[in-house]
């Protein structure tokens, strides 16, 4: 097939039916780019014989030469399927999981997904992932089985071993998409409950005959759609390389024609437990029972078995030509002479099943249109969280309609999402490009240099004329005028532009059209009360928050390293957008409609953990630097970029392959100078846990280590701080006042248990849906909240109910007062302070009247409420070991004690300081509420008044004293550094499973667990390994294990280190093993300065005491 032209696409792009909006996605060198290639190749773009060597999709430099993708990139594709036309939109994605953010902008646009797997790795931990994406895109999957040629050539299976290998697989991939089936159906099975229970009572209906369901809904749930097998056309068999793929129904087409047996038969029958009887002409079931060969080993597999022995392996050339000839295709004299015995085979094969017909009839057949989007789908994508789809106001609901019927009419809102944005030379747009000239414009040209040749020489001629009349230089003027263009065309030269990739989900999107930019938070209730009615685009429109008004300037046809320009696209196509860099800073919403609420966000499988520091080589390069940061932040969809309180410029990545990506683009793209950049910045937390029970020689401790930790304790207070105000007691109690003795906090520091931990750490999103909730019923303001998130609420607080059990932790949860830092860390507040009331944060769950009563009571102490929070934000933020995060620890506020400040006129407040000398005694009311109650309004006054002495405002006395108890309260108890750590997941050959256990352990990995994969000699070892070990990890590995090993690191969670970096010896048998300086290698301590010496804060080191000069004895004689 020929280059599809453009006019082609355009008129293809009009019929949403027959558009497809595609990716693929698999785990990293499956070989996704190598099968794009083969598909891109069917439409005449590259030539069939580079297809799977070339890579065209792979169009950054770094790309080609690392092997693997880093960007998502796009192509359309036209491919006839029977008599009907149809537009691919085809998107590649990565594999490498640093990439992952990429896969989520691309599954974004897309309506179904090729999910790519190896024959011989199987389901790998990324082929999980993309699988989870999908299905929570809520995008069809269909399953391309690649690499089959490695069972034949390197593992030698044979076709019935190979046979049993693919059904693995199939197991393998269908047992994923099913746990994510039932827990879907799960979770819909008890929304379903919750419901009836609801409707149940309020119709108060209690009848006597009700009969338990305990059927989990899963016989009832449609799931004929949902798996992978080939008799259901969702599956190919593939070589990607070799250029070859075939899905069932081509083979029940061949042998119906030459057995005779009915195609619908064959289909139903090529793939399970069949075997052919020749005499009786049947079919039959049972071969594996009857030791027959199956259908598909039989008829399919055998066949291309022996291609590969007569071709690769015997190099029969009789055989050979006689294959030829019966298959009917023709083979070029060059390729059959070839030295290379694989070109000979992919000519073969990719006359006799060619790859890209495979494929693109079965996504044009089993891959939805735009059409059929479901109601489902556009409800989750418009749904503004947390509240109820129902309670958007009716304009966007109707907007719904507008999705379903998927229409590009003049009077449809246009709506559009753009997944991330890109960058590209200003110069590679199609509007800069050269293209051969037409002959009328070169005879245009003609005529203007002549022109300007004519008018140079006249310009001459007067010059010299003017020069002999007044001696003035020639030509002057315009030499200047020339220097002056020059550089002005200068930077145009390197430039880089934005494109937006972006899908049109309703209306047609038109060059130069002004549309509405939706940012992530924009409220459309809200909009659509402040902007005036019908109002459009190109109005003059007030402004509004998150709302902003852009034109897109142009409209290209992605086609791989290639842009077409449009002048419209209509609805169901990807499609690229110059013009929103101003606005749009990674993705968004764009609509003619104010209606539209924006998409929800994007959701990303990596966490970006791996930060470095940049600077310019040459200081006064840092405005280049800043504004190429700021480029890279917009044109990566993960990366991010921030300024440290200490100034530095930090870069924030994925991983190593990424972070090496960003800094390439930095340097070659977007800033264009020489950086430096540091070692990696290793994030830590800082966590106190139980005092151990044995020492550092195993010991019993019993009570000394205790007794040992006070002490130090009580010697650290009396060096350092006037300890009237400060005050600890033996259990770990800190009290402390503020420096003008009106206030007084008692604060205790509780290790969380992990799994407690892990809830808060899990749950992020939903505290901070939480706050939010709690923040506008603290306005006043009600929220209509969804049904869901209520549930999530409540469901949170019951497991944080059941996890937090004991005495220690009775009523806990009803207690608590705040998370932290940033309000939704896995740090808690107690309020513990008896008598001191205020309303829950678990009041939306509806205990309305009691939070009524709360705010009649202590309406003098909430004021200041809001300080302690302040307070434990702070100290959480930042710990005392390294100034690093708090993580799982629980500060209970035992006593919050305000002097009752009506008795105190400001100049008392000072005279009672200067006379101040014990502990405060009197004036103190303990849980203060009634006396807050009697004169609130006054008492608050006169606060105001009292605050005015010489400390500052109270408030700011109490934040700051709320903070330093809570990081005494931390220090009193034992405390530990914890480490970030990454799972990975590495395939090993037996021969150097050894070295790659060296590795691990000589950077602290751990195994968890090794298990053989069948039918294969591959080791799978699933190990975890703290991030600050990891650099260069990957490489290492690589390097030990010749490349037969690749890691991929993923973030997986926080773990303790065991080791005590504040331990100094204690018991008589540690000092007599440790000796007084303790200085044994101690892993933790060593993090914790490495962290406070970059951090430019004091490090307390042994400098060598007493230093002697090492003699060698045998010299000494
Ligand atoms: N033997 C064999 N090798 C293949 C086949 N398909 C791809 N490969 C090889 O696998 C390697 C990876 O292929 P790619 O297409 O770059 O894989 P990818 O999935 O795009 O990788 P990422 O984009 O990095 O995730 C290349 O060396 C290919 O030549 C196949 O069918 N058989
Ligand atoms: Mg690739």
């Keep these: ?180 089936f039932t827990s879907k159906v799960m979770e819909e099975r008890a929304e379903k409950e919750k419901k009836e229970e609801e409707e149940e009572k309020e119709s108060d209906i209690l009848s006597g005959d009700q009969v338990y369901d305990w059927s989990a809904g899963l016989e009832e749930a449609d799931d004929s759609q949902l798996y992978f097998s080939p008799d259901q056309g969702n599956v190919v068999f593939a070589s990607a390389v070799d250029g070859w793929g075939f899905s069932i129904q081509q083979f029940a087409h061949i042998y119906s024609q030459k057995m005779g047996i009915k195609a619908e038969v064959l289909l139903k029958t090529l793939w399970g437990d069949f075997y052919l009887n020749a005499k009786a002409k049947k079919i039959m079931k049972g071969a594996q029972a009857k030791g027959k060969k199956q259908l598909f080993v039989h008829l399919v597999l055998d066949n291309i078995w022996s291609l590969y022995d007569a071709v690769v392996t015997r190099r029969d050339k009789e055989k050979v030509e006689k294959v030829i000839a019966s298959l009917g295709v023709k083979v070029l004299a060059r390729d059959s002479r070839h030295s290379d015995p694989k070109v000979l085979l992919s000519a073969i094969c990719s006359q006799w099943l060619p790859l890209a017909q495979a494929v693109l009839s079965m996504v044009c057949e089993k891959l939805p249109s735009p059409i059929d989007m479901t109601a489902e789908r556009v409800e989750k994508l418009m749904s503004v969280w947390p509240l109820r789809f129902d309670s958007l106001p009716e304009q966007t609901q109707e907007l719904k309609r507008a999705f379903l019927q998927c229409s590009s009419g003049e009077n449809q809102p246009l709506i559009i999402f753009v997944s991330k944005m890109f960058a590209v030379d200003t110069k590679a747009l199609p509007q800069n490009r050269q293209r051969p000239l037409t002959q009328e414009e070169i005879a245009q040209r003609r005529e203007l240099a002549r022109q300007r040749h004519a008018d140079r020489m006249a310009a001459d001629q007067t010059a010299a004329e003017s020069q002999s009349h007044e001696g003035q230089p020639a030509g002057c003027d315009s030499a200047k005028m020339e220097g002056l263009t020059l550089k002005d065309s200068q930077p145009e030269e390197d430039q880089q532009t934005f494109v937006a990739f972006a899908r049109v989900y309703s209306g047609v999107a038109k060059k130069g059209r002004r549309v509405f930019v939706l940012g992530p938070k924009y409220d459309p209730a809200r909009g659509l009360s402040m902007l005036p009615e019908g109002s459009r685009a190109w109005d003059h429109v007030p402004a509004v928050p998150h709302l902003s008004v852009c034109s897109m300037d142009s409209l290209y046809l992605l086609m791989g390293r290639e842009l077409e320009e449009l002048d419209e696209v209509p609805v169901g196509n990807v499609l690229g957008i110059r013009g929103l860099e101003e606005c749009v800073l990674k993705s968004a919403t764009l609509s003619t409609s104010p209606a539209c609420p924006p998409f929800i966000p994007l959701n990303f499988e990596a966490t970006p953990i791996l930060r470095v520091a940049i600077e310019p080589k040459h200081p006064s390069e840092m405005p280049k630097l800043v504004r190429g940061m700021r480029l890279l932040n917009q044109a990566d969809p993960c990366a991010e970029v921030l300024i440290q309180e200490t100034g530095e410029h930090v870069l924030v990545t994925a991983g190593e392959v990424h972070l090496q990506r960003c800094l390439d683009d930095l340097r070659k793209r977007f800033a264009k100078i020489e950086i430096s950049v540091s070692e990696p910045i290793i994030p830590f937390r800082e966590t106190v846990v139980r005092p151990p029970k044995v020492d550092m020689v195993n010991e019993d401790l019993g009570k000394q280590h205790k007794v040992a930790i006070i002490h130090q304790l009580k010697e650290e207070a009396s060096h350092g701080r006037p300890s009237d105000t400060l005050h600890v007691d033996h259990s770990g109690l800190v009290t402390l006042t503020t420096p003008n003795r009106l206030a007084t906090v008692s604060v205790r520091a509780i290790p969380l248990p992990q799994e407690v931990t892990c809830l808060l750490e899990s749950s992020t999103e939903l505290i901070r849906t939480l706050e939010q909730v709690n923040m506008s019923l603290r306005e006043g303001k009600s929220l209509d909240i969804s049904p869901r998130t209520l549930e999530a609420i409540a469901g949170f607080k019951a497991q944080l109910e059941s996890l937090l059990q004991g005495r220690k932790w009775r009523n806990a949860v009803e207690h608590i007062w705040a998370f932290g830092p940033r309000r939704y860390g896995p740090n808690i507040l107690l309020n513990l302070v008896e008598g001191y009331q205020r309303p829950s944060l678990w009041q939306c769950l509806g205990r309305g009247d009691q939070a009524g009563e709360a705010r009649a009571q202590a309406a003098g102490m909430r004021d200041l409420d809001n300080s302690i929070v302040s307070g434990f934000q702070l100290a959480t933020l930042s710990g005392p070991m390294c100034e690093e995060p708090l993580m799982g620890v629980c500060f209970s506020v035992e006593r919050w004690d305000i002097q009752s400040a009506s008795l105190l006129q400001p100049q008392d407040v000072l005279d009672e300081h200067s006379k101040f000398h014990g502990p405060i005694t009197d004036n103190r009311v303990e849980g203060s509420s009634e006396t807050w109650t009697a004169g609130s309004c006054q008492a608050r006054r006169r606060l105001q008044a009292a605050s005015a002495d010489c400390y500052g405002p109270v408030s700011g006395q109490l934040i700051a004293a709320m903070k330093e108890a809570c990081r005494h309260a931390f220090q009193a108890q034992p405390q530990r550094l914890m480490a970030a750590m990454y799972t990975c997941e590495i395939m090993a050959t037996a021969e150097v499973l050894g070295r790659v256990y060296g590795v691990l352990g000589k950077r602290e990995g751990r195994v968890l667990h090794e298990e053989m994969k069948e039918g294969t000699d591959m080791f799978i070892i699933k190990a975890v390994l703290p991030v600050a070990e990891s650099f260069g990890f990957a490489d290492e590995i690589r390097k030990r294990t010749s490349g037969l090993a690749s890691p991929q690191l993923v973030f997986s969670h926080w773990e303790v280190i065991s080791s005590d970096p504040c331990w100094v010896p204690t018991t008589e048998e540690e000092y007599l093993h440790f000796g007084e300086k303790a200085d044994s290698a101690n892993q933790a301590l060593k993090y914790m300065n490495a962290v406070r010496r970059r951090k430019g804060l004091y490090v307390e080191e042994k400098i060598v005491e007493h230093a002697e000069k090492q003699r060698t004895l045998s010299k000494n004689k």
């Design 1 to 180: 097939m020929g280059h599809t032209s453009l006019e082609k696409i355009i008129a293809l792009q009009r019929n949403p039916a027959n558009i497809r909006n595609l990716c693929i996605l698999a785990h990293v060198d499956h070989g996704k780019t190598t099968l794009a290639d083969c598909l891109v190749a069917s439409n005449g773009i590259i030539s069939s014989r580079l297809a799977g060597k070339l890579r065209y999709l792979d169009s950054r430099e770094d790309e080609q030469i690392r092997g693997i993708t880093m960007k998502s990139s796009a192509i359309s594709l036209h491919y006839r399927n029977g008599d009907q036309d149809y537009l691919l939109n085809l998107i590649d994605s990565p594999g490498h999981v640093d990439f992952s953010s990429e896969v989520s902008t691309a599954v974004r646009l897309c309506d179904g997904a090729i999910i790519v797997v190896d024959a011989v790795e199987g389901v790998c931990p990324q082929t999980q992932a993309v699988l989870r994406q999908a299905w929570l895109e809520n995008i069809r999957p269909v399953l391309v089985i690649n690499k089959i040629d490695r069972l034949i050539l390197e593992l030698k299976l044979t076709s019935q071993e190979a046979y049993s290998h693919l059904q693995k697989i199939l197991e393998q991939v269908n047992a994923v998409t099913g746990a994510l």
